[in-house]
């Protein structure tokens, strides 16, 4: 079965720098999505990016991109010039592409606090 | 546009009491439904989910049940709460055979069993 691990609990960034939050799984197939999502203090889950695996280009959503390493099995999420409004959890997920296949993986998120 | 609504948004019941959620989807039709499982620090376990009207397939054994009476409308339902069913309930759609298949998220019930 898929595991998504996210390895760091928490993290802190200032305000207006960078920040990059982890995300490893494992996998035995070839093809399948990625997303990261995040997740408020109001609870509401909200995609904030996705991958096809794929695709070799790294996704990119405004100041958020990703750092995909598929022989690493690596999903490393970049968000530049941090917002105050960028706090929240951060879920990496994992989702196959078989067409019977229901299930989205989910790390276990890490809180990403901005300091102003 | 799609939106997917739940209520409550909070509940507190007593242990043993019954419980039933409710999880609408709106704009779109023949959606995947999903509900989660999110305990506090935790990431989200995948409770039911169902492709069809009548169709659940339940991921963890439990005292938790679903049933889709409509084609958008999902509901998780229990006879006789526990403490350790105490959680923040996401419901999700997504549609079968989209471009990312991606999920969308309902704004949560937070549950409190006392």
């Known amino acids: 079965a898929q595991t998504v691990t996210q390895s760091q609990p928490e993290m802190s960034v200032q305000e207006a720098e960078t920040v990059t939050l982890s995300c490893t799984y494992d996998?035995?197939?070839?093809?399948?999505?990625l997303f990261w999502y995040k997740q408020p203090p109001s609870r509401q889950m909200i995609l904030v990016i996705r991958q096809e695996a794929y695709k070799q280009q790294n996704a990119t959503e405004n100041r958020f991109s990703v750092n995909f390493q598929k022989a690493a099995k690596s999903f490393s999420l970049k968000i530049s010039d941090s917002q105050l409004g960028d706090a929240a959890m951060y879920f990496c997920?994992?989702?196959?592409?078989?067409?019977?296949?229901?299930?989205?993986?989910f790390g276990a998120g890490t809180r990403l606090t901005v300091k102003p | 546009s799609q939106t997917i609504h739940q209520w409550p948004a909070t509940l507190v019941q007593p242990v043993g009491s019954p419980l039933s959620l409710e999880c609408t989807v709106e704009g779109t039709s023949n959606p995947n439904l999903y509900w989660y499982r999110q305990a506090a620090g935790r990431g989200l376990q995948l409770l039911f989910y169902?492709?069809?009207?009548?169709?659940i397939s339940s991921e963890v054994p439990q005292n938790l049940s679903a049933s889709r009476p409509q084609d958008r409308q999902f509901i998780l339902s229990s006879k006789k709460l526990l403490l350790s069913d105490s959680g923040f309930y996401l419901c999700?759609?997504?549609?079968?055979?989209?471009?990312?298949?991606?999920?969308?998220f309902g704004p949560g019930t937070r549950l409190t069993v006392l």
């Open positions: 996998t035995s197939e070839s093809d399948y999505y």
């Open positions: 997920a994992y989702r196959s592409v078989l067409y019977n296949n229901n299930d989205m993986r």
């Open positions: 169902s492709v069809g009207i009548g169709q």
């Open positions: 999700a759609w997504s549609v079968l055979g989209g471009s990312y298949n991606e999920q969308f």
